[in-house]
């Protein structure tokens, strides 16, 4: 019998290593390295023992095409975020810390999507099948026909789903429980949960069931996280939420068959998550608007506005290096802002703590935010509120000069559907809208926003 193969495998990022090492190469995270036996799965073994190639069919590239057949769940905000519905045949990854609420959310899914005539199998490797069953009931989800399975096994849940009726969607969670014989080394481990998940990728490719696979973050390694499989599904979701914040967003990282900016926003209840339709609301329901320091930014998540305040504090600081705090935005993209400032405008912090806040817990990614954060830093300094019924979008170059962004007039439209009245924007924005309530101040670069609110 041949030697079973060890190797050293980062459970973070997959990298693999000939001996043992506090932290790994590859990623930089410490403690994540754990020694698996990797003959057998991944690639084949020895066992599977040398087969000679035989030809496959050389196709051209025009051809006979069809569009990717979905399921859809009527969620509307589930269906925004895959993509509009998930595509039968396709395998999906949706990752989020431990209790997120990706159980609640993916039993809602299936609830929903099986009272549409779709077939749903729910393999629960987490829970047992009356625990599931409890939440169902709490998610007034227990009345459809959604099928259960409590197993963890990857052949035994594919012999049964061979065995079921032709199943449309198949649900896994978590990907972080399979285990298959095919592999060696313990559950969750990177060997592990990449031979469990090739295994049900092909699975969902040979029977055109779609496959969502759930998958936890991990921070200390100990288990494998789903970014050693995100390169193996089609599309890879992340769920997400801030501590102390009822709203969860839904957010597309990959997607083979679809866009992956959107996002889908819920709110966690004592019934389930809900679907939030108008995240802007949401997102400026707690404003006080007399208040320094504060701007609202039109941005854009995918095909959609979304309206957020943007908090900054500025004060002299008691200490050498002063601190640049910044939540919901990137420190290096606060660290450009405040450069440029101080450069081109003279406005100086370098002697003030920074810090900067996207209120309700959201994330923004987009470089259009830097007038908002410049004029929300600006407002803070000087002590004086900004107008409250005034929106700001544009991104600023390190030369100082603001650069249009996208969709500006889209961005206006809903600025002004919540009854803002003012806009500050680049003088360049491409597709101005040519009527409308909103008025517009056009700035050419960082100073004449900084003229205008200090
Ligand atoms: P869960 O879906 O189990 O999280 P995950 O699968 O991502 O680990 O959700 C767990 C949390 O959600 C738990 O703290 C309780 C909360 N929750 C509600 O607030 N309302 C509900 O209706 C349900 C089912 C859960
Ligand atoms: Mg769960």
């Not at 698996?36 to 030809?55: D, F």
């Not at 849940?157 to 080394?185: C, G």
């Not at 801030?242 to 996002?263: A, C, M, S």
């Not at 806040?357 to 600006?378: H, K, Q």
Request: glycine share 12%; hydrophobic share 40%; proline share 5%.
């Amino acid at each position: 019998m041949a030697k079973p193969k060890l190797s050293f495998i980062c459970q973070n990022c997959g990298a693999g290593t000939a001996r043992w090492q506090g932290k790994c190469d590859s990623c930089g995270e410490w403690n994540t390295i754990v020694e698996e036996n990797t003959s057998g799965g991944i690639g084949g073994g020895p066992q599977r023992g040398r087969r000679k190639g035989s030809p496959s069919a050389l196709l051209p590239l025009s051809g006979e095409m069809e569009e990717a057949p979905r399921i859809v769940s009527g969620i509307d905000e589930f269906d925004r975020a895959t993509g509009g519905g998930i595509v039968r045949g396709s395998a999906l990854l949706i990752g989020g810390d431990p209790g997120i609420g990706k159980s609640t959310l993916l039993m809602q899914a299936a609830a929903a999507l099986s009272r549409c005539g779709n077939s749903v199998v729910y393999v629960s490797g987490e829970e047992a099948v009356a625990q599931v069953r409890l939440r169902a009931q709490r998610l007034e989800a227990a009345d459809t026909s959604v099928q259960l399975m409590a197993e963890t096994n990857v052949e035994d849940i594919l012999a049964t789903l061979a065995e079921a009726r032709r199943p449309d969607l198949v649900i896994i969670d978590s990907i972080q429980t399979l285990w298959s014989d095919m592999a060696e080394s313990a559950p969750g481990t990177v060997t592990q949960v990449r031979t469990g998940v090739q295994a049900l990728v092909r699975y969902a490719k040979a029977s055109g069931a779609a496959v969502i696979l759930v998958g936890h973050v991990t921070k200390d390694g100990q288990i494998a996280g789903p970014r050693v499989v995100e390169h193996m599904v089609d599309a890879v979701l992340y769920f997400e939420g801030e501590g102390g914040h009822h709203y969860r967003i839904l957010r597309t990282v990959k997607n083979r068959f679809g866009p992956t900016d959107e996002i889908g926003v819920f709110e966690m209840s004592d019934i389930g998550l809900r679907e939030v339709r108008n995240p802007s609301e949401l997102f400026l329901g707690e404003r006080n608007e007399k208040a320094p320091g504060a701007a609202v930014f039109a941005g854009m998540e995918g095909t959609r506005p979304v309206l957020v305040e943007i908090q900054a504090l500025v004060a002299p600081s008691a200490l050498g290096t002063p601190r640049r705090a910044v939540i919901g935005w990137d420190q290096p993209r606060l660290a450009m802002v405040l450069a440029v400032l101080e450069a081109h405008c003279g406005v100086r912090l370098g002697q003030h703590d920074v810090y900067l806040n996207v209120a309700g817990g959201f994330r923004i990614s987009e470089p259009a935010a830097d007038l908002a954060v410049a004029a929300a830093l600006v407002s803070s300094l000087s002590g004086a509120a900004l107008p409250s019924d005034c929106v700001y979008l544009g991104e600023v170059s390190l030369s100082g000069a603001v650069r249009p962004v996208a969709h500006a007039a889209q961005r206006l439209k809903e600025a002004e559907k919540l009854g803002f009245r003012q806009s500050v924007l680049p003088s360049a924005s491409a597709d101005l809208p040519r009527s409308g309530e909103i008025a517009s101040h056009e700035v050419e670069t960082l100073p004449d926003l900084v003229g205008r609110v200090a």
